[in-house]
């Protein structure tokens, strides 16, 4: 199963770009990257996911590197309430059998 | 919309008794999960349902039962509970194919003294 890394925290001005980056170097060829988010203890929230091409939208852009071994999510214009963990993960399983695994997340800590 | 339901919100148990986590999801989703998350980690997979009728193992099955209803409704029971369960534990659905993205519920607050 393909396992991710992430920054344990990050800091981000608000209105500035927030760039979280992921490794998963061990993803295979049909396995897509998601990334969710977790404001205190609620449920994850679902931001966006991508298999190899770069994706956008109203909350987020998804850059995938061409040898798919790393990505970073790119909140464009921060604000407080994206503070958050972000967890960065890859969908591992079959088709129509498969599941997703939570690492650590990254804690992004927009401030004033 | 009410998306993907669980109950109770909260809950205190004493250690040994039992008492099952319901969750329900009205997006005609395949597929239902059981995570656990504990204090300042990641959520954890428990169980897992790729289709009605089917259930599987996740990371932490131990000391779980589950159980899938129906499409709909996807529980999760503590025979005995122990303190190491005190946890939240969040029940999510997706369509199931890899392509898909899952939506979780609120999350169930169990403590057990």
């Known amino acids: 199963d393909a396992k991710t890394t992430q920054p344990t925290s990050m800091d981000c001005a608000e209105g500035r770009a927030a760039n979280l980056p992921c490794n998963h170097s061990?993803?295979?060829?049909?396995?897509?990257v998601y990334w969710y988010r977790q404001i205190h203890s609620q449920g994850p929230q679902y931001i966006i996911h991508g298999l190899k091409n770069n994706e956008t939208n109203e909350m987020a852009s998804l850059i995938i590197t061409e040898d798919r071994k790393s990505s970073t999510l790119i909140l464009p214009h921060a604000t407080l309430r994206d503070t958050a963990v972000y967890y960065c993960i890859v969908r591992v399983g079959r088709y129509n059998f498969n599941k997703f695994y939570f690492g650590s997340g990254t804690k992004l800590n927009v401030k004033p | 919309n009410a998306g993907v339901t669980q109950t109770p919100k909260f809950q205190v148990l004493k250690t040994g008794q039992s008492m099952t986590l319901q969750c329900a999801q009205d997006m005609n989703h395949n597929s239902m999960y059981w995570y656990r998350q504990d204090p300042g980690m990641g959520l954890r997979l428990i169980y897992y349902s790729a289709s009605e009728g089917t259930t599987d193992k996740g990371e932490v099955p131990n000391g779980y039962n589950v159980s899938r209803l129906n499409k709909r409704e996807f529980s999760l029971r503590l025979e005995s509970a122990a303190p190491s369960q005190t946890s939240v534990y969040f029940c999510?659905?997706?369509?199931?194919?890899?392509?898909?993205?899952?939506?979780f519920g609120q999350g169930t607050r169990l403590t057990v003294v």
């Open positions: 999510a659905s997706s369509k199931g194919q890899l392509n898909t993205e899952a939506f």
């Open positions: 061990t993803i295979s060829g049909n396995e897509y």
